[in-house]
């Protein structure tokens, strides 16, 4: 069983960074990991994927050259590093893990998921 940790959320103005983490424990790190968010009110949606080695990133258009997704399979942590930050970036941040190399947009695709962590931007 997989466990997966966010971190790194807070209240930033417009235009400020953040970086977000999330550290996985309990087994092998042979994932695919990928960042949703969910705003009040609004489905969960796929921000940012990336594969096992790392090779590959996925971004959601409206976060594409602001947002950047990483991953250190050393030390079994994922990052979002999120810079320009505006107020529609606003919502709770969740980790998740799938089995194997593909990254999927769909959070029904995923097999593992944190308790997720606020990010707030305010204008």
């Known amino acids: 069983q997989v466990q997966l940790v966010e971190s790194g959320g807070g209240l930033v103005q417009a235009g400020g960074s953040l970086r977000l983490s999330c550290a996985a424990s309990?087994?092998?790190?042979?994932?695919?990991m990928g960042w949703f968010r969910q705003a009040p009110g609004k489905e969960r949606e796929f921000v940012a994927g990336i594969k096992w080695s790392g090779s590959n990133t996925y971004y959601t258009n409206s976060v594409k050259g602001r947002f950047t997704i990483s991953r250190d399979n050393a030390k079994n942590t994922v990052y979002l590093q999120m810079n320009s930050l505006k107020p529609e970036d606003t919502a709770v941040y969740y980790c998740?893990?799938?089995?194997?190399?593909?990254?999927?947009?769909?959070?029904?695709?995923?097999?593992?998921w944190g308790q997720g962590t606020q990010v707030t931007v305010s204008s």
């Open positions: 309990g087994g092998t790190f042979s994932y695919a």
């Open positions: 998740a893990a799938v089995r194997g190399l593909t990254v999927t947009t769909s959070p029904g695709g995923y097999d593992y």
